[in-house]
């Protein structure tokens, strides 16, 4: 049983902004795109899109994707690792009865990602952070902002 669902929610391949983000998977011929999901919320969807075309497409090959621990600082956030699955897959739709193209994964602003395909290099990533229009500026009355480097290898 197919699951009558639209592609409004996602960008349409010549849809561009600064905050779609299109970067290529090694090995394939297909890409990531991040694009907005609910800015209140701080969530951005994942998709596949064919390089070529922009087009999306449905987990189009074999692969984990995993949410892990910031590499660089562990220590913050949600210190664990876990396999995330699409939105679709979520909520008990077969992975046959999605839609060509509608398969999306929610993901979080600021969350690291790993790809992981048999026999392919592993791919990390990290989702941008949106500020949020609403944000309570901590420090007002700062005048001045030290510029530390943010990792040291």
Known sequence: MRVKATRQFKPLPQDTNKYIHIRPI????????????SIS???YCLD????ASGEPDNSPFEFELWGIPDP???????????????MERSHGIKQ???????????LRDGQTCVLIRPGKPRVRFTVPVRRHPDTVEVAPDVE????FPKVIV
């Open 26 to 37: 090694p090995e394939t011929k297909y890409s990531i795109r991040l694009f907005p999901g």
């Open 48 to 51: 596949f899109v064919d390089s």
């Open 144 to 147: 001045v902002v030290l510029d």
């Open 72 to 86: 660089d600082t562990p220590w913050l956030g949600i210190p664990i690792s876990m396999e995330l699955s699409s």
């Open 96 to 106: 046959e009865d999605i839609l060509p193209g509608h398969e999306k994964f929610l």
């Open 41 to 43: 919320a701080a969530e």
